[in-house]
């Protein structure tokens, strides 16, 4: 239960609106997370002064407030505004977060408005790996590239698009959400129990981990499972190879539908050395059908805080009200 005048902003759907005037080089950028929220002071130009994170207090919407404004109470007299990547299903004019995904009191609830009217600067909020396909779009890995996908590996699987060089969001604001696609076939009640998200994330490879050695899950983490991979422990190449196999499937059915240029992967698994060689012997078919390019996000951790501002940007350039799709002129 949340309370207070968290709780009373909860149905406020739209922005205060109005016109701001940006006169400062700098930015507080926040990444949220359902177990760490990170924060960046960022130039104009996506270059990174200062950053640190904090924690979420496993996903707690209140913690997560508290903490953000006592971020924006140090900095306010420094930055021009402030750009949010969050979880969830947004509506990205007003900032309304229908669902809050990793953030379960974000439900129904206007984060825009929120910080709007909690700090007296202007605010952005934006999908999480939408932030990561844009921050790949303005400075990364996806500058030349007009048909993209981007797939991001962590709690969950998430999913952005760039079509005909546009960030394309779907009419209900869920377009990309590969992690819902469904690759192990019906088999359990729930559908979302044999979804891309359950099957090939870090979440389902630590529980597959812990339950065959009757392990408390928080004992066991993504690395400890890939060290034993790495030792040929035969319990742990099953899950890993799986895991692998599941990923590929998700990725051929994206490829085979959309033909992108290129999928590209995010996440801290990609930190690891041997990821695109493991997941690419798993794609062998899928390349000699499709040309298919596949490769790691530029930015690794800070992909949330630049795409964060990369979107801020487009949102309060000249063209904000249409918040118009050609995205190498607003920003």
């Known amino acids: 239960m949340v309370s207070g005048y968290y709780s009373k902003q ?9 016109e701001y005037r940006l006169n400062n080089d700098n930015y507080l950028a926040f990444d949220v997370g359902g177990t760490n929220v990170k924060w960046g002071l960022i130039t104009s130009a996506g270059t990174i002064l200062e950053k640190g994170s904090f924690s979420a207090g496993n996903g707690c919407g209140e913690t997560i407030l508290a903490a953000v404004k006592e971020k924006i109470a140090f900095f306010r007299s420094s930055v021009n505004g402030i750009a949010v990547s969050a ?3 947004i509506h990205p004019s007003t900032g309304f977060i229908e669902m809050g995904g990793a953030i379960q009191e974000f439900d129904q609830f206007n984060l825009q408005t929120y910080l709007e009217e909690a700090s ?47 960030l394309y969001r779907g009419h209900a604001f869920r377009g990309g959400e590969f992690g819902f696609m469904i690759t192990k076939g019906l088999h359990n009640v729930s559908p979302e129990q044999d979804s891309l998200s359950t099957c090939a994330s870090m979440t389902s490879i630590r529980e597959k981990y ?11 983490t993504g690395e400890k499972v890939f060290e034993e991979y790495d030792r040929k422990n035969p319990v742990a190449v099953n899950i890993i190879e799986d895991f692998y196999e599941t990923l590929a499937i998700g990725i051929y059915n994206i490829v085979s539908v959309l033909n992108p240029e290129k999928v590209l992967i995010g996440g801290g698994i990609t930190s690891r050395p041997s990821f695109l060689e493991e997941l690419k012997s798993h794609l062998v078919y899928i390349d000699r059908v499709f040309d298919l390019s596949v490769d790691t996000c530029h930015f690794k951790n800070d992909s949330g805080l630049i795409g964060a501002l990369a979107f801020f940007k487009k949102k309060y350039s000249p063209d904000s009200k249409k918040l118009k799709t050609n995205f190498e002129r607003s920003i």
């Open 120 to 166: 007296g600067l202007p605010v952005s909020v934006e999908n999480d790996v939408n932030c990561v396909a844009l921050a790949e779009k303005w400075l990364g890995s996806g500058r030349e590239l007009n048909d993209f996908c981007c797939l991001t590996i962590g709690t969950g699987i998430g999913g952005a698009l760039f079509l005909n060089n546009e």
């Open 210 to 220: 812990a339950e065959y050695y009757s392990l408390p899950f928080e004992e066991v």
């Open 87 to 89: 979880p969830g299903f």
């Open 10 to 18: 909860r149905r406020k759907t739209a922005g205060k609106g109005g």
